[in-house]
C-alpha cells in the first residue's frame, strides 16, 4: 500500500494513503469490524434467517477485505513460509509468517468471532483488565522517564 519504490524499510503505515487506496490501518480496522459484525449478528439475531444473512454477508466482508489487502499490499505477495538473509538491511535473517494476509485475517475474524458470544459481563471484565494494564503500563513508563 505505498509506492512501488519503496523499500522493507521505508513501508509506510499512516492511515491515509498517498495513491488514494485504503491505507494498512484502516483495512485493518475494516477486518476487524466487519469480524465482529458477523459475531455479534450470529449471537444476537433472533431470526434465523436474518442472523444467517447477516453474519454471512460480514464474512465475505471480510473476505473481500482480506483479498484487498493481498492484491494492494506489495509485501503480502511472499506468502510462504521463509528466513530471507538481509530482511532489514541489517545482515540479519527475517522471518516471513506464512499465507499473509490470509492467515492472520483468519485469525482475527475467528477471536472476533469468539468474542462476540463472550456474555457482557465478561467483556467488562476484559476491557478492566485491559485497562489496568495499558494504564499501569503508561504509568510506570512515565516515572522511568522522569528519573
Same mark, same amino acid.
Given at each position: 500500500?505505498?509506492?512501488?519504490?519503496?523499500?522493507?524499510?521505508?513501508?509506510?503505515?499512516?492511515? %491515509?494513503? =498517498?495513491?488514494?487506496?485504503?491505507?494498512?490501518?484502516?483495512?485493518?480496522?475494516?477486518?476487524? &469490524?466487519?469480524?465482529?459484525?458477523?459475531?455479534?449478528? *450470529?449471537?444476537?439475531?433472533?431470526?434465523?434467517?436474518? !442472523?444467517?444473512?447477516?453474519?454471512?454477508?460480514? =464474512?465475505?466482508?471480510? %473476505?473481500?477485505?482480506? &483479498?484487498?489487502?493481498? !492484491?494492494?499490499?506489495?509485501?503480502?505477495?511472499?506468502?510462504?513460509?521463509?528466513?530471507?538473509?538481509?530482511?532489514?538491511?541489517?545482515? +540479519? +535473517?527475517?522471518?516471513?509468517?506464512?499465507?499473509?494476509?490470509?492467515?492472520?485475517?483468519? #485469525? &482475527?475474524?475467528?477471536?472476533?468471532?469468539?468474542?462476540?458470544?463472550?456474555?457482557?459481563?465478561?467483556? %467488562?471484565?476484559?476491557? #478492566?483488565?485491559?485497562?489496568? #494494564?495499558? *494504564?499501569?503500563?503508561?504509568?510506570?513508563?512515565?516515572?522511568?522517564? !522522569?528519573?
Amino acid at each position: 500500500l505505498g509506492d512501488d519504490a519503496m523499500t522493507d524499510d521505508e513501508v509506510s503505515y499512516s492511515l %491515509i494513503s =498517498a495513491n488514494g487506496s485504503l491505507s494498512v490501518g484502516n483495512l485493518i480496522a475494516l477486518l476487524n &469490524i466487519f469480524s465482529m459484525a458477523s459475531g455479534l449478528s *450470529f449471537s444476537y439475531c433472533d431470526s434465523a434467517a436474518l !442472523r444467517y444473512f447477516l453474519s454471512g454477508t460480514f =464474512a465475505l466482508l471480510t %473476505i473481500f477485505v482480506t &483479498i484487498y489487502m493481498a !492484491r494492494s499490499c506489495e509485501q503480502s505477495e511472499s506468502t510462504h513460509y521463509a528466513l530471507e538473509g538481509d530482511g532489514y538491511g541489517t545482515g +540479519k +535473517k527475517r522471518f516471513r509468517t506464512p499465507f499473509v494476509p490470509y492467515l492472520p485475517a483468519f #485469525g &482475527i475474524f475467528l477471536n472476533s468471532f469468539m468474542m462476540a458470544h463472550i456474555h457482557w459481563v465478561g467483556l %467488562i471484565m476484559l476491557l #478492566g483488565y485491559l485497562s489496568f #494494564g495499558v *494504564f499501569g503500563y503508561a504509568y510506570i513508563s512515565a516515572r522511568r522517564d !522522569r528519573s
